[in-house]
């Protein structure tokens, strides 16, 4: 994780743990229809996780400092 600053690890953590939270009970809550689970599964997994990972992209990029842009920066250019 080099080039990000402390409150953007800890981000990541928390969408990591958060990630895991919503597979384990989709998986969980789906296994009582067996007939359906996988349906039901991906019916809760799939718009859970994408909804998670496009609040986290927005966040840690609104974490963002100075010096982690101008390190951006002079790597594109």
């Known amino acids: 994780m080099t080039g990000l600053n402390t409150r ?3 981000a990541v953590l928390t969408m990591d ?3 895991l939270l919503e597979l384990t ?3 969980y809550f789906s296994y009582q229809d ?3 689970m996988p349906y039901l599964f991906m019916r809760s997994y799939i ?3 994408l ?3 496009i609040t986290f992209k927005i966040l840690i990029h609104k974490l963002r400092t100075k010096e982690i ?3 951006v920066a002079c790597s594109e250019a």
């Open 8 to 10: 953007q690890k800890i």
């Open 17 to 19: 743990v958060l990630l």
């Open 25 to 27: 009970l989709c998986v």
């Open 34 to 36: 067996k007939a359906n």
């Open 47 to 49: 718009p859970l996780c």
């Open 51 to 53: 909804g998670t990972l």
């Open 69 to 71: 842009e101008s390190e």
